[in-house]
């Protein structure tokens, strides 16, 4: 992961983190960092004592000339006796050196009830900054709880960070106070055990901190007190007997701030961990081509192999630091090409074009469907992408398909029974289908100067909207509740520019029940790339666009634009959910990423080729 210039000290702990706690960490490191002071650790204990060679001198023991010197005493003692008189001789210089001491710091946090919530954000910062500091200084760094004195941990891994998040407690000072007592008392008497397991430790440590709650004296040696300022600011003071240094922080938004205060901070480390265990690398690259496929719902996403006639199936993990499990791998044959691709549920499946008809490979109840003709669909040239298509499967009597072709054409295959399947074209001019529940599909069509929202269960349209010009694309995003439509779609048209250049009119219209129908127009140059669009948001709702270097992910609204992901290599496919807050991607190290919440979560990064 890339880092700014300035936290490029810290990097070895932010390696620890997903992108957006490292931004939020970053400011809080960058400002505190300051106040520390100079460090004033570096004990020496002993003389100085010789170690290698430092120079050639002309004074020094004789016991330290060079041996070309002794030469010439046995060969030409004159010439030695002159080099003696006129100080001539040359002699080795040792280099001196003073053996430092085992120099250790410990801070100790104060976990107590007076320290929870964002004041631990502020834990986390001095953790880092110390454990910076001894390094920088070749010395080593311990830490421990304030109610648990003389119990030191090292500081080696992000677990023993975690460790120290989850070291919450509700009683003064942490578990082993007595939460009867006076909360100051209780402070004092832990620093007082505290200070005397210290001064018999050994080595004794040089620098000690005592980090929390506000109090009265230096603590242990330093002392930083953490406590709110007002409803958005927390203060800071860092005092010790050399100086006093005070400071005023804006809290971040709890969005940013809670999955690193729950210590959901380890996934991208803990992901790739699972697949060297499960040797999910050795199964075949990712398509660069083919966008991922997300279920309905959200709970399973597909990605074929390049190169490969299979595609890999994830279940996705719960949460953000879950395990990933390996995925299932799924081959359609040797040889055979797929046409169209969708998930049911969990198992990836298709239409696979054959000489006299369709194969509906792993289509449960299909079989072999009748051919449409070349008109309706063109299976001799292939497609670049995978054709879009949604099946519904309610047992023996009833099982439909549905496919969306290149031609904008909306086919359907129907098997009822041991009839056999009938075909039949449901619409043209189809600009977008995504399924919606376990039996319904929405699809948009643009018809006779107005955008036709459409339910595969009926025959009258869920929404009509105004809609003058050509359509070129259109995303959906929302679902279906009681034959109403809750979401929204965005449709792109093409205008010309000055000087030949070219850019896209999206125009997104939002339907809710709760609010009024609203609609807004947002103006791209041809280099931006839109992908999909995001799920309602109170007022809003904005697309999901790739920056024409594609490597970041944007969410573009009415009112703002924000950055949703950052790559570190340029994002080759996207694919965005239509009814969860799911998006997928694949960049062009071959990594999946998936991202949940307004992007504000990372529940996989798998793959690459950098390992």
Same mark, same amino acid.
């Given at each position: 992961?890339?880092?700014?210039?300035?936290?490029?000290?810290?990097?070895?702990?932010?390696?620890?983190?997903?992108?957006?706690?490292?931004?939020?960490?970053?400011?809080?490191?960058?400002?505190?960092?300051?106040?520390?002071?100079?460090?004033?650790?570096?004990?020496?204990?002993?003389?100085?004592?010789?170690?290698?060679?430092?120079?050639?001198?002309?004074?020094?023991?004789?016991?330290?000339?060079?041996?070309?010197?002794?030469?010439?005493?046995?060969?030409?003692?004159?010439?030695?006796?002159?080099?003696?008189?006129?100080?001539?001789?040359?002699?080795?210089?040792?280099?001196?050196?003073?053996?430092?001491?085992?120099?250790?710091?410990?801070?100790?946090?104060?976990?107590?009830?007076?320290?929870?919530?964002?004041?631990?954000?502020?834990?986390?910062?001095?953790?880092?900054?110390?454990?910076?500091?001894?390094?920088?200084?070749?010395?080593?760094?311990?830490?421990?709880?304030?109610?648990?004195?003389?119990?030191?941990?090292?500081?080696? *891994?992000?677990?023993?960070?975690?460790?120290?998040?989850?070291?919450?407690?509700?009683?003064?000072?942490?578990?082993?106070?007595?939460?009867?007592?006076?909360?100051?008392?209780?402070?004092?008497?832990?620093?007082?055990?505290?200070?005397?397991?210290?001064?018999?430790?050994?080595?004794?440590?040089?620098?000690?901190?005592?980090?929390?709650?506000?109090? *009265?004296?230096?603590?242990?040696?330093?002392?930083?007190?953490?406590?709110?300022?007002?409803?958005?600011?927390?203060?800071?003071?860092?005092?010790?007997?050399?100086?006093?240094?005070?400071?005023?922080?804006?809290?971040?938004?709890?969005?940013?701030?809670?999955?690193?205060?729950?210590?959901?901070?380890?996934?991208?480390?803990?992901?790739?961990?699972?697949?060297?265990?499960?040797?999910?690398?050795?199964?075949?690259?990712?398509?660069?081509?083919?966008?991922?496929?997300?279920?309905?719902?959200?709970?399973?996403?597909?990605?074929?192999?390049?190169?490969?006639?299979?595609?890999?199936?994830?279940?996705?993990?719960?949460?953000?630091?879950?395990?990933?499990?390996?995925?299932?791998?799924?081959?359609?044959?040797?040889?055979?090409?797929?046409?169209?691709?969708?998930?049911?549920?969990?198992?990836?499946?298709?239409?696979?074009?054959?000489?006299?008809?369709?194969?509906?490979?792993?289509?449960?109840?299909?079989?072999?469907?009748?051919?449409?003709?070349?008109?309706?669909?063109?299976?001799?040239?292939?497609?670049?992408?995978?054709?879009?298509?949604?099946?519904?499967?309610?047992?023996?009597?009833?099982?439909?398909?549905?496919?969306?072709?290149?031609?904008?054409?909306?086919?359907?295959?129907?098997?009822?029974?041991?009839?056999?399947?009938?075909?039949?074209?449901?619409?043209?001019?189809?600009?977008?289908?995504?399924?919606?529940?376990?039996?319904?599909?929405?699809?948009?069509?643009?018809?006779?100067?107005?955008?036709?929202?459409?339910?595969?269960?009926?025959?009258? *349209?869920?929404?009509?909207?105004?809609?003058?010009?050509?359509?070129?694309?259109?995303?959906?995003?929302?679902?279906?509740?009681?034959?109403?439509?809750?979401?929204?779609?965005?449709?792109?048209?093409?205008?010309?520019?000055?000087?030949?250049?070219?850019?896209?009119?999206?125009?997104?219209?939002?339907?809710?029940?709760?609010?009024?129908?609203?609609?807004?127009?947002?103006?791209?140059?041809?280099?931006?790339?839109?992908?999909?669009?995001?799920?309602?948001?109170?007022?809003?709702?904005?697309?999901?666009?790739?920056?024409?270097?594609?490597?970041?992910?944007?969410?573009?609204?009415?009112?703002?634009?924000?950055?949703?992901?950052?790559?570190?290599?340029?994002?080759?496919?996207?694919?965005?959910?239509?009814?969860?807050?799911?998006?997928?991607?694949?960049?062009?190290?071959?990594?999946?990423?998936?991202?949940?919440?307004? *992007?504000?979560?990372?529940?996989?990064?798998?793959?690459?080729?950098?390992?």
């Amino acid at each position: 992961m890339r880092v700014p210039e300035a936290l490029k000290p810290w990097r070895p702990w932010l390696d620890w983190f997903d992108a957006e706690i490292v931004d939020l960490l970053g400011d809080l490191l960058l400002r505190l960092h300051p106040m520390l002071g100079a460090f004033r650790m570096r004990a020496q204990r002993g003389a100085a004592e010789p170690e290698g060679i430092d120079d050639l001198r002309r004074r020094g023991h004789y016991e330290r000339l060079l041996l070309s010197e002794w030469a010439l005493a046995d060969e030409v003692p004159e010439e030695f006796d002159r080099r003696a008189a006129g100080g001539e001789h040359l002699f080795l210089s040792p280099k001196l050196v003073a053996r430092e001491a085992d120099a250790l710091t410990v801070a100790v946090f104060d976990t107590g009830p007076g320290q929870l919530g964002a004041a631990r954000l502020v834990h986390v910062a001095m953790w880092i900054l110390l454990a910076e500091r001894a390094q920088a200084a070749k010395a080593r760094f311990a830490w421990g709880v304030l109610g648990a004195p003389g119990v030191l941990h090292p500081a080696d *891994a992000p677990e023993r960070l975690k460790q120290l998040l989850q070291a919450r407690s509700l009683t003064p000072g942490g578990p082993a106070s007595d939460s009867a007592g006076n909360a100051q008392a209780a402070r004092d008497h832990h620093e007082r055990e505290w200070r005397r397991a210290l001064d018999e430790a050994d080595p004794s440590p040089g620098e000690r901190w005592s980090i929390g709650a506000h109090a *009265a004296g230096y603590g242990l040696g330093h002392r930083v007190d953490v406590a709110r300022a007002g409803e958005q600011q927390l203060a800071v003071t860092i005092a010790s007997r050399q100086a006093r240094r005070e400071l005023r922080l804006a809290l971040p938004s709890p969005e940013r701030s809670s999955a690193l205060l729950r210590g959901e901070f380890e996934r991208v480390e803990v992901l790739r961990l699972t697949e060297v265990a499960t040797g999910a690398r050795g199964q075949g690259k990712l398509s660069l081509k083919q966008p991922p496929l997300i279920s309905w719902g959200g709970r399973h996403i597909a990605v074929p192999l390049a190169g490969e006639s299979a595609a890999h199936v994830y279940r996705l993990p719960s949460s953000a630091v879950a395990r990933l499990a390996p995925p299932k791998t799924t081959r359609w044959g040797k040889g055979k090409s797929l046409l169209a691709a969708t998930l049911t549920e969990r198992h990836f499946a298709g239409l696979i074009p054959l000489s006299q008809g369709l194969e509906g490979w792993q289509l449960e109840g299909m079989g072999r469907l009748p051919l449409p003709p070349q008109g309706d669909l063109d299976v001799t040239t292939g497609t670049a992408r995978l054709l879009p298509c949604v099946f519904f499967n309610r047992g023996a009597g009833y099982r439909r398909l549905l496919l969306l072709t290149s031609q904008r054409k909306l086919l359907s295959w129907t098997s009822q029974g041991s009839e056999p399947s009938a075909y039949e074209v449901v619409g043209e001019q189809v600009l977008a289908i995504a399924r919606t529940s376990a039996t319904q599909a929405v699809y948009l069509r643009c018809h006779d100067g107005r955008l036709h929202l459409h339910s595969s269960l009926h025959a009258e *349209a869920l929404d009509c909207i105004a809609f003058q010009g050509q359509a070129r694309s259109a995303f959906l995003s929302g679902r279906c509740s009681l034959d109403s439509w809750q979401g929204g779609c965005c449709v792109e048209q093409i205008v010309g520019g000055h000087g030949g250049e070219r850019s896209s009119i999206w125009r997104v219209f939002m339907r809710t029940a709760e609010r009024p129908a609203t609609e807004y127009e947002i103006v791209l140059p041809a280099d931006w790339k839109v992908v999909g669009l995001s799920q309602p948001d109170g007022d809003d709702m904005g697309l999901i666009a790739l920056r024409p270097d594609r490597k970041a992910l944007l969410r573009i609204g009415a009112q703002e634009r924000s950055v949703l992901y950052e790559s570190p290599s340029p994002i080759s496919t996207v694919s965005v959910a239509v009814d969860a807050d799911l998006i997928a991607l694949v960049d062009l190290q071959g990594r999946l990423v998936v991202l949940r919440d307004g *992007a504000r979560k990372m529940l996989v990064y798998t793959g690459g080729d950098d390992g």
